[in-house]
């Protein structure tokens, strides 16, 4: 793929193996939001006046990016408030899903509400212990990240399109912070019901900014109670003239934000989602083998046929100091060390990566 590194000044100065902390911001993206602000700054109260075209502009983006409905769609400060916001309209009491591990805006948020809570242990064998979970006593609920934060395990996707159809009405409800803009994906053709995520990580859209997308049928079983002002089209609007998806939306919304998650989305778009998918697919894979032979990863990885972005190798306080002394930006996460890749790193950066490591563990 064309070179993009001098979008990125973090990337031309180090190997940035940290997306699943934070996506880099990049300059064309940096421009953008100047001369966003530059037009609030000359044109104070007028600059409303384009706010409501600006928004649905950047659901229509959302919409065509991830194969949705733009009228299905809200969009949201970030997972973890939207996600809040859809379990306040579960109805009790609720039989709940869940991964052992989970991502706590996951995981907090179902244990603070009165749910029965049963847990599938996350392991190389995940989708048997789902099933498994769902035959001793289904769930109304499964909630779960697309990919694990700690160690990049992905569900597979047939799997969900296999659960769905023998227990259809069971809702499947997924976090896709860690997953989005890593692959093609189209949310109507999926097995999930719902699906929201924070634009921060592999969309590169900067914080406070993220999305919700819902099916019809989700319009039956969950009855949300967020509302403010925007929720619905005027002032004297009721309250039952409130559309579903604006009661995620209550109050004003943020142009800088999510017009940075619209810019991205357009950016993301020109390189290509195919490109970035096949890209990202070699690196990953170049690092699989990498961190296989040098026997850094958990069993629960290595034994899975397919994996994502994401991986944690075996090591301590001192292999990151080593890391991060050979100009490395990671995460410690769990029990190792959290490295993940994007489209702006390169083969030859994994190469060097595993040739550090490799030297570190033979010293």
């Not at 509400?113 to 979970?133: G, T, V």
């Not at 006593?137 to 769905?164: H, M, R, W």
């Amino acid at each position: 793929m064309r070179d993009l590194r001098k979008e990125f000044p973090v990337a031309k100065h180090h190997l940035y193996f940290d997306t699943a902390s934070t996506g880099l911001l990049y300059e064309s993206l940096m421009d953008w939001r100047n001369e966003h602000d530059l037009d609030f700054l000359l044109g104070g109260s007028t600059f409303r006046n384009g706010h409501k075209k600006l928004l649905d502009t950047v659901r229509k983006q959302v919409a065509t990016f991830f194969g949705s409905k733009k009228e299905n769609i809200a969009l949201i400060p970030n997972f973890s408030f939207g996600f809040n916001a859809l379990l306040e309209g579960v109805e009790k009491p609720k039989r709940v899903l869940l991964l052992e591990n989970e991502y706590p805006s996951i995981s907090w948020a179902v244990q603070s509400r009165d749910f029965e809570i049963a847990y599938a242990k996350l392991d190389e064998n995940l989708e048997q212990n789902i099933s498994a979970a769902f035959e001793k006593k289904t769930p109304d609920i499964f909630a779960c990240s697309l990919v694990q934060y700690i160690n990049g395990i992905k569900i597979d996707f047939e799997f969900l399109k296999q659960l769905k159809q023998k227990y259809p009405s069971t809702l499947l409800i997924a976090d896709g912070t860690q997953y989005l803009g890593t692959e093609v994906f189209n949310f109507e053709e999926s097995a999930l019901d719902v699906l929201g995520a924070s634009g921060y990580k592999w969309m590169l859209a900067g914080f406070g900014n993220g999305f919700l997308m819902v099916k019809e049928e989700v319009k039956n079983k969950i009855f949300p109670k967020t509302i403010g002002y925007n929720s619905a089209e005027t002032m004297e609007s009721s309250l039952e003239e409130t559309l579903f998806i604006k009661h995620f939306e209550p109050g004003h919304q943020d142009t800088f934000n999510y017009g940075s998650l619209g810019f991205s989305l357009r950016f993301l778009t020109q390189i290509g989602k195919e490109t970035i998918a096949t890209h990202l697919e070699i690196l990953c894979e170049k690092a699989r083998q990498g961190f296989t032979k040098l026997n850094l990863l958990e069993d629960s990885v290595v034994l899975r046929k397919k994996h994502s972005t994401i991986f944690n190798i075996k090591g301590d306080e001192k292999l990151f100091q080593y890391l991060k002394a050979n100009n490395i930006i990671c995460s410690q996460r769990g029990n190792g060390i959290r490295l993940s890749f994007h489209f702006y790193n390169t083969e030859k950066e994994v190469g060097s990566l595993v040739a550090l490591l490799q030297n570190y563990l033979s010293r």
